[in-house]
């Protein structure tokens, strides 16, 4: 059990990925504090987590504002008296437009989530951290490794991103807190499902044509699962990374080497 007893905060508990690190925290055997601002998913992920016999505080956060961050970190010290890991993986989509003509106050927008809010939750739980040997992972995206048209905004927040994580290891290595990063490409949950549907009405091709013709372009011919990427973020909570800090995995099955 890798992360046996341990409590770690998961922001943005969505039905992809966020699910997915709920579930392989609480299999690895840690207890988890779930926020996000949809109540009724937080009520269904805790579900989930109590079936693995795990506990989940819910705390509806809006990781944009501070008195609701704080509020969360005084929910979990209360609740659990520590707090061992943090994961920021609460995502805005931030505008798919050539930077030519893409809007400025959405690319600002967009990183106030993606970037600020990360930094203002490992901020606000560092004392906590601290105490603990902590460990933060941020939730990149291989959109780090390419540079395609309309991807700039998301680029400019995740490589920003990237940036706040390898600072904040350095700040924060000597308080024996580690800072990681995991960069997932393809996420084969319910979006993409839906998206690889619509591409293949769209062809008169089945949905199995698109999988498989993207996932050719992977070295291990498949796309990733949320709980694949998810054990990435258990791997680096976990004390077998306790010598790995400021670095960044890329859990893709191959797409981009790095
Ligand atoms: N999906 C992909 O294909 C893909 C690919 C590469 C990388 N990634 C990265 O993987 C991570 C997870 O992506 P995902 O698509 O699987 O999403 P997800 O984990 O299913 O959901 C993310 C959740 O973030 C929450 N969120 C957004 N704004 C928030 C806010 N202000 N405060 C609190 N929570 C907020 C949303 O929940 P509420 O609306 O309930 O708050 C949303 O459901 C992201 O960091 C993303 O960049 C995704």
């Not at 392989?24 to 269904?44: H, I, K, N, Q, Y």
């Not at 939730?139 to 700039?152: E, P, W």
Request: hydrophobic share 45%.
């Amino acid at each position: 059990m890798l992360l046996e007893n341990k409590v770690i905060v998961i922001s943005g508990v969505g039905p992809g990925l966020g699910r997915g690190l709920a579930l392989r925290c609480a299999g690895a055997g840690a207890d988890v504090v779930l926020a996000s601002r949809t109540e009724s998913r937080l009520a269904e992920v805790a579900a989930e987590v109590a079936e693995l016999g795990r506990r989940a505080l819910r705390v509806p956060t809006d990781v944009n504002d501070e008195a609701s961050c704080l509020r969360l970190v005084e929910a979990a010290l209360e609740s659990y008296g520590r707090v061992d890991g943090l994961v920021n993986n609460a995502f805005a989509i931030p505008p798919l437009t050539d930077l030519s003509t893409v809007d400025l106050d959405a690319v600002r927008a967009g990183f106030e989530t993606n970037v600020l809010a990360a930094l203002r939750l490992t901020r606000l739980l560092t004392p906590a951290l601290a105490e603990r040997g902590g460990s933060v992972v941020m939730i990149n995206s291989a959109v780090l490794r390419h540079s395609r048209r309309t991807f700039g905004a998301y680029k400019m927040a995740k490589a920003s991103l990237l940036a706040l994580a390898q600072s904040l290891a350095t700040e924060l290595g000597p308080r024996g807190v580690r800072v990681n990063s995991v960069a997932p490409g393809y996420i084969w949950a319910d979006n993409l499902k839906w998206y690889f549907d619509f591409l293949a009405k769209e062809r008169g091709v089945t949905a199995q044509q698109v999988y498989d013709e993207t996932a050719a372009t992977t070295d291990l011919r498949k796309l990733p699962e949320p709980d694949e990427i998810a054990d990435a973020a258990v791997f680096l909570l976990s004390p077998l990374a306790r010598a790995v800090t400021g670095q960044c995995l890329d859990v893709n099955c191959g797409e981009w080497h790095h």
